[in-house]
């Protein structure tokens, strides 16, 4: 099992920044990537950004890249997402997974989210 928990949400000004973390308890040691989704109301779940737990490689949705960068800290067990520009279509729940790879099988394990809010 693995408990990841994100903080580091509030209510921003357009154009401000923030910096999610999301640190995992448990059984991290097999951990494959770490994503950042986010929901706003009324929309569905949607992909933000992931980072390979090994090597580092970062992937972002189009309407993020230049704006968010995603990092880890392996020693830490967790993962940072640094919101720069914020947009108030930015505003929304935001989710971290972590996927764990066992024996071929990927186990998913996401957090409660932390509150974005981007005012005008």
């Known amino acids: 099992q693995v408990q990841p928990v994100e903080s580091g949400g509030g209510l921003v000004q357009a154009g401000g920044s923030l910096r999610l973390s999301c640190a995992a308890s448990?059984?991290?040691?097999?951990?494959?990537?770490i994503s950042w989704f986010r929901q706003a109301p009324g929309k569905e779940r949607e992909f933000v950004a992931s980072i390979r737990w090994s090597g580092s490689s970062a992937t972002y949705a189009d309407f993020v890249k230049g704006r968010f960068t995603i990092s880890g800290d392996n020693a830490k067990n967790t993962v940072y997402l640094q919101m720069n520009s914020l947009k108030s279509e930015d505003t929304a729940v935001y989710y971290c997974k972590f996927t764990v790879s066992l024996g071929g099988i990927r186990l998913e394990y996401w957090g409660q989210g932390t509150q974005v809010t981007v005012s005008q």
């Open positions: 448990g059984r991290t040691m097999n951990t494959y990537n």
